[in-house]
Nanobody, 121 residues
Framework: QVQLVESGGGLVQAGGSLRLSCAASRHIFTNYVMGWFRQAPGKEREFVATIHWSGARTYYADSVKGRFTISRDNAKNTVYLQMNGLRPDDTAVYFC??????????????WGQGTQVTVSS
């Protein structure tokens, strides 16, 4: 069954903002670290941000630090990615994932279907 469902992607102008959401099944949300990755056409999937189950520890890729914020609402089993100051090179399919607290995609066991984010210049 589908266990991670992303939403919130879309088309935005450079400098704009979007907020991505990822709804997870309860057993995943309470037992795994949640993360966001992205993949642009012709490129490998890359780490964006991750958040510990407690919400107390967060990690970001250098390319998004200071612009993106990851958070989680444990009551709603949902993780968010607030993206501000978007740039054209942020254009990618964004994936929600659940796994270990690592920047490597191989460390994540569950993946959503992805949501497209397109930033126009």
């Amino acid at each position: 069954q589908v266990q991670l469902v992303e939403s919130g992607g879309g088309l935005v102008q450079a400098g704009g903002s979007l907020r991505l959401s990822c709804a997870a099944s309860r057993h995943i949300f309470t037992n795994y670290v949640m993360g966001w990755f992205r993949q642009a056409p012709g490129k490998e999937r890359e780490f964006v941000a991750t958040i510990h189950w407690s919400g107390a520890r967060t990690y970001y890729a250098d390319s998004v630090k200071g612009r993106f914020t990851i958070s989680r609402d444990n009551a709603k089993n949902t993780v968010y990615l607030q993206m501000n100051g978007l740039r054209p090179d942020d254009t990618a399919v964004y994936f929600c994932a659940a796994g270990s607290i690592t920047t490597r995609p191989s460390g994540y066991d569950y993946w959503g279907q992805g949501t497209q984010v397109t930033v126009s210049s």
